[in-house]
């Protein structure tokens, strides 16, 4: 969306043509943001706090004896709100992925940014956390500058030495929420209890992780949204004229011009103060338009608006609204692109739900072994010869046993283990199959059935897995027998 020929004098898009983190020596520009102040800023504050509860809080609260998130990429085991997700279920992460990136289009063709500004950790980390601590230890913007380009004395080692220290500190914090999202409360908390020795690679995995975020944090800053994230290079194409972004009001606002006392105004209402751009953290001027850079993080609102205030206009010369809410006075929110999006997400969410629904505990697989005949016994019985596999697909321990449903017959399994089933009912101890969470045992297993019970070359018969007379899965497979 190009909106910098209604707002810029003269037609002026030459900001479009750099990059200005970057000077023209190549060298990069350091922004010294001023603290914001206002309406908008408190509720961040606020949200922040709900924010940073909920972030810190989440990995200690269970569902079922298990973590409520807990995103294993070591283990590839997942739990997403107390579902487990585990590596017979890529499926499942695969359709909760793709449903994730259609809510995304959604949101942000609707909201535009306002994740970006309220609830994505890099943004409420930086901005109301590690830019706290550097206001608090250094100073405004403007003490922040001239400290910077201070010599080293004692004064500046103290107050560097501070700041980097509570950084390190906030970041040591943050790699250990990380892993206790990727490895859960319970396995970190080995690595505090027990020597560091037994888990080395753990702890080097919290150091490295700490240095990362470091470096995020003291040093990459705001390049990690106008460089690193993709976000908001794609806005382009995931906003349209209707997406309510932080915005200037360049129809009421232009053109611009200082205030003069005594004098009639015959200019817009934005009076050239650069406040916006003052607080802005990455350094780019809201009056230009929608830009890649903007993060929607309303720094800028209130900054406008207590000049307003000051100078007795009507504030909300910078806001919340929408290109065609500026210029055609109409918002419309729900588009047919929106429509459309909607409807995406409301049948991937449907499969979701029913797949999750009607998943069953354990996924068995049994297959004639390969190149095997039937075996005509001397009882008249027929034997087959099968190898499965049965996957756990829950976090817990499962001893699954095996039964033969509807039909007379039993199971031998290799290795002596045996379940008998007549007429669905066992009519022995079910081996030996424990499974480990996320677990697979697998072997052969000998299907013996009576011959007056075949009536066919080919019989389907129905199988069952159960756990202490709890049905987890049901399977079928066919069973050869000679011509009568």
């Known amino acids: 969306m190009n909106t910098a020929q209604h707002v810029i004098n003269d037609s002026d898009e030459s900001f479009r043509d750099h990059f200005n983190a970057v000077n023209e020596d190549g060298k990069r520009n350091w922004f010294y943001p001023q603290k914001p102040t206002g309406k908008w800023h408190t509720r961040r504050v606020w949200f922040t706090v ?13 569902f079922n004896d298990q973590p409520l998130l807990l995103f294993n990429v070591l283990e590839r085991k997942f739990i997403i709100f107390g579902i487990f997700i585990g590596p017979q279920d890529y499926w499942l992460f695969g359709l909760t992925m793709l449903s994730f990136m259609v809510f995304i289009v959604l949101f942000t063709t609707i909201f535009g940014r306002l994740w970006c500004g309220w609830a994505c950790p890099q943004t409420v980390f930086m901005e109301m956390v590690f830019r706290k601590i ?8 403007t003490k922040q500058k001239l400290l910077n380009k201070a010599p080293w004395n004692t004064d500046k080692i103290l107050r560097k030495t501070a700041k980097y220290t509570a950084f390190m500190i906030v970041s040591f914090l943050i790699a250990n929420l990380l892993l206790s999202y990727v490895l859960g409360v319970d396995e970190l908390s080995k690595i505090i209890r027990e020597p560091i020795a037994d888990h080395l690679p753990l702890f080097g995995g919290i150091i490295a992780f700490t240095a990362i975020f470091y ?26 004229r209707n997406t309510i972004n932080v915005a200037y009001d360049y129809e009421r606002g232009e053109p611009r011009g200082k ?12 009076v050239n103060c650069h406040q916006c751009v003052a607080v802005c953290p990455t350094g780019i001027d809201i009056r230009n338009g929608l830009q890649m850079e903007c993060v929607n993080c309303t720094a800028c609102i209130d900054a406008c608006d207590n000049i ?44 979701l739900g029913f797949m999750v629904v009607s998943r069953t505990d354990t996924q068995t697989m049994l297959l004639r072994a390969q190149g095997s005949q039937y075996i005509e016994n001397k009882d008249q019985s027929i034997t087959n010869l099968y190898t499965f596999k049965i996957f756990n697909k829950t976090n817990h321990a499962i001893v699954p046993e095996i039964r033969l449903e509807g039909i007379r017959g039993k199971l031998i399994f290799a290795g002596g283990r045996r379940s008998g089933a007549s007429a669905g009912k066992s009519g022995s101890k079910a081996p030996d199959l424990s499974l480990e969470p996320a677990g697979m045992v697998e072997g052969t297993v000998f299907i013996i059935v009576p011959g007056n019970e075949l009536k066919k070359r080919k019989t389907t018969l129905k199988l069952t897995v159960y756990q202490d007379n709890k049905k987890l899965e049901e399977f079928e497979t066919t069973f050869m027998a000679p011509e009568n």
């Open 50 to 62: 709900l924010i940073l509860t909920l972030l810190f809080a989440t990995p200690f609260i269970k």
């Open 134 to 141: 550097e206001y608090a230890i250094e100073g405004n913007a």
């Open 215 to 240: 470096f995020n944090f003291a040093w990459l800053r705001d390049q990690a949204c106008t460089v690193v994230c993709p976000y908001g290079r794609l806005q382009g194409v995931l906003m349209d």
């Open 259 to 270: 205030i003069h006392k005594n004098q009639e105004r015959t200019e817009g209402d934005c």
């Open 308 to 351: 307003m205030e000051k100078v007795g206009f009507e504030k909300g010369l910078i806001r919340y609204t929408s290109e065609n809410a500026i210029v055609k006075k109409t918002n419309k929110l729900i588009t047919p692109r929106v429509v459309g999006a909607m409807v995406m997400l409301v049948l991937l969410w449907s499969v």
